[in-house]
């Protein structure tokens, strides 16, 4: 197993590399009316439209949900790789790089009452906790499809 590394809000998340697209950065989006606040917009990478889901608010992570100019500026967006047929880009605040089984030194099963789309908690060598999230499963999530408000 390898992840994409991400930080939002002050959470820390993995991604498998396998369901995980490319990383560009935030630029041009353009908003959809009548969306769930966590739905950001639209955006155009490489010629395709892609879905901009703001992962911090759909986590219920209130306190990301006031972005400023700055931080967007600095936040990148990830696509979900295009087997699971999902033109849908997720923004995060910071990329933490690549990772693999090695790099952890305990695993756990997600929390309990934790969303069907949590997989393993990781603890890495430092003592800091890494949810994976699994992509697949998220992009089935009627909750997660559903952008209409």
């Avoid at 972005?67 to 995060?92: K, P």
């Avoid at 992009?139 to 209409?148: D, G, K, V, Y």
Wanted: proline share 5%; with cysteine.
């Amino acid at each position: 197993m390898s992840w994409l590394a991400v930080k939002v809000g002050e959470a820390n998340y993995l991604f498998p590399l396998a369901q995980s697209g490319e990383i560009f950065p935030l630029a041009n989006i353009q908003v959809v009316p009548y969306a769930r606040p966590w739905f950001m917009g639209v955006i155009n990478l490489r010629g395709g439209l892609y879905g901009v889901v703001d992962l911090a608010s759909f986590m219920g992570d209130g306190a990301t949900r006031a972005r400023t100019e700055q931080s967007l500026a600095e936040s990148s967006v990830i696509t979900f790789n295009a087997a699971l047929e999902l033109n849908c880009a997720l923004l995060v605040d910071g990329l933490a790089g690549l990772r693999k089984r090695e790099a952890f030194a305990d695993v756990a099963l997600p929390p309990e009452g934790s969303p069907v789309f949590f997989g393993s908690r990781f603890t890495d060598l430092n003592g800091e906790h890494w949810q994976e999230i699994n992509l697949q499963s998220l992009s089935q999530l009627p909750e997660f499809l559903s952008i209409s408000a």
